[in-house]
């Protein structure tokens, strides 16, 4: 299957594809089998970024439970990997913590890819320098950054290129049952925040649409379009996100689907990035 976006608002007319695909035959059997995953958070309206905001985090995770029940003791080798956003996405990492008793508790890892100068004109699968294993119990946690400087009303989380992802599909061997790990906020970590600083009326409105969930995106739009957003309205939405629970998808390809609800991420030994040039200066370079 070859899947194709377009995007012509202008509706230009005569406009030409020639994108496409070669197939290459082999009569010999391949050591392994490839597979691709989809990681990051869940595609929903209730994925909230608010606007003028310069630098707003999502953070989307698959979390231990469900890498423990998918890879095999020896775990899958990631050699290839693409990072997603739309338009507001500016910094994509897919990060890999695992637990570690000398650190008492979860350790980051190097990432294993990382755009800090995402461009979504720009998109492509990157080739990593070396396979990242990745072991039973792992989480893997895609982080993304938005600038919504240009932005008057909240950006939600949809299908729409107007509308936001945060996504990585990581190709690796050998190829597991597992197809998709997600996850989404719990929405109870919104609840001060909204009661603080929404209107009676839009709280209200707000707990009926949560309830129905019948148009969430023009509903989430309208609802929270009302606030000014102020630098700390923004800073403590997106921490009320961040430092709260969530919720863990993550279904196989034979139809089987787990979920669960998950306590906030929380890393005791962070990854720290080596100093290149003092370490060359170190070597005598």
């Not at 469900?66 to 338009?87: D, E, Q, R, V, W």
């Not at 100068?117 to 990745?134: A, C, G, I, M, S």
């Not at 039973?136 to 400087?149: A, M």
């Not at 787990?258 to 890393?267: G, H, M, R, S, Y």
Request: glycine share 8%; net charge negative; with cysteine.
């Amino acid at each position: 299957v070859m899947e194709m976006h377009y995007s012509n608002p202008s509706l230009v007319s005569g406009v030409r594809d020639s994108s496409g695909f070669l197939i290459t035959y082999t009569n010999m059997t391949p050591t392994y089998e490839a597979g691709i995953l989809t990681l990051g958070h869940f595609v929903t309206p209730l994925m909230i970024i608010p606007p003028k905001d310069p630098s707003f985090s999502v953070y989307g995770t698959c979390d231990s439970t469900c890498t423990a029940a998918a890879i095999p003791s020896t775990g899958i080798k990631i050699f290839a990997n693409l990072l997603h956003t739309h338009l507001v996405g500016r910094a994509v990492t897919l990060r890999q913590l695992r637990m570690n008793s000398s650190c008492g508790g979860l350790q980051e890892l190097p990432p294993v890819d990382q755009n800090m100068q995402y461009d979504f004109d720009f998109q492509q699968t990157n080739l990593l320098t070396r396979p990242v294993n990745v072991l039973p119990g792992d989480i893997l946690q895609v982080i993304c950054t938005y600038n919504t400087t240009g932005v008057n009303n909240v950006t939600v989380g949809g299908l729409s290129t107007y509308d936001e992802m945060c996504l990585s599909f990581p190709v690796y061997y050998p190829r597991i049952e597992l197809g998709v790990c997600l996850s989404v906020y719990d929405w109870n970590n919104y609840i001060p925040f909204a009661q603080s600083n929404l209107a009676p009326a839009d709280f209200q409105a707000l707990g009926t649409l949560l309830q129905t969930g019948s148009n969430l995106s023009s509903g989430i739009k309208s609802i929270f379009g009302t606030l000014a957003w102020t630098q700390q309205q923004q800073s403590d939405f997106q921490a009320a996100g961040i430092s709260g629970a969530f919720y863990g998808f993550c279904s196989a390809r034979n139809g089987s689907y787990l979920q669960q609800k998950d306590p906030a991420i929380v890393v005791k030994c962070a990854y720290s990035t080596p100093n290149t040039c003092q370490t060359l200066a170190s070597r005598g370079a």
